[in-house]
């Protein structure tokens, strides 16, 4: 059974770009939900996908946006990036349904915006 | 709204000492309640997590957590510390919505001393 990857790891990117972040869920899981963690921070919902839809969002504007594909990977692309916008990416699988919305993280992927 | 509140950002204890982690939670329903813990440079490990079916909760590498409702608190302890256990602990409550989002706390940094 292979867990949540994501890609990459670690970049780099100036104010304004824009990046894109890519996740594989956990085998059998059908649900990809992405977190922000600022640093010394916890993390915080930006938004969830099913059935490739957006199944919930966070308190965050409109140039954070993502797509679920039918294997059930996911993108997170971030347009105009701002400074504050510098943190740990978290991915998240899980299967809709569960009601106890147990999640499974992946490694992140630390974006550092300059 | 769910949320949640880690009392003590940095907590220290000598090796073999008690752990006690504190988290009180909010929620207008009975909540799904979870430990995740993070070491540096990764993702989020679930610890344990509670969900109503018994008030003690056993996690993995000796972690345990009850839930008090009369306190509204579910905080994680264990009898005796491993310099391993050194790491970030985040509380979390899961939502009510469709995409039952977790709501974590702002996270306790444990320091484990020889």
């Known amino acids: 059974e292979t867990g949540v990857t994501q890609s990459p790891t670690h970049l780099i990117k100036t104010r304004g770009q824009q990046v894109t972040l890519r996740c594989s869920s956990q085998?059998?899981?059908?649900?990809v939900s992405w977190y922000q963690q600022a640093l010394g921070q916890g993390p915080q919902f930006i938004f969830q996908?099913?059935?490739?839809?957006?199944?919930g969002r966070g308190n965050f504007p409109p140039r954070f946006s993502g797509l679920q594909f039918p294997n059930y990977s996911s993108e997170l692309n971030v347009n105009a990036l701002e400074l504050d916008d510098s943190a740990l990416y978290l991915c998240?699988?899980?299967?809709?349904?569960?009601?106890?919305?147990?999640?499974?993280f992946g490694e992140g992927s630390r974006l550092t915006v300059l | 709204a769910q949320s949640v509140t880690q009392l003590g950002s940095h907590v220290s204890v000598s090796e073999g000492a008690l752990v006690l982690l504190r988290c009180n939670y909010s929620?207008?329903?009975?909540?799904?309640l979870f430990w995740y813990v993070q070491y540096p440079n990764q993702g989020l490990q679930l610890l344990l997590k509670?969900?109503?079916?018994?008030?003690l909760v056993k996690g993995i590498n000796g972690f345990e957590a009850e839930f008090k409702k009369s306190e509204t608190s579910f905080h994680l302890t264990k009898p005796s510390a491993h310099m391993s256990d050194a790491a970030e602990y985040f509380c979390?409550?899961?939502?009510?919505?469709?995409?039952?989002?977790?709501?974590f706390g702002s996270g306790t940094q444990l320091t484990v001393l020889p």
């Open positions: 998240a699988s899980s299967t809709q349904g569960r009601v106890t919305g147990e999640l499974f």
């Open positions: 085998s059998g899981h059908n649900t």
């Open positions: 996908y099913y059935r490739e839809e957006e199944n």
């Open positions: 929620s207008s329903v009975p909540p799904y």
């Open positions: 509670y969900t109503s079916a018994a008030t």
């Open positions: 979390a409550v899961s939502g009510t919505g469709s995409a039952r989002q977790l709501t």
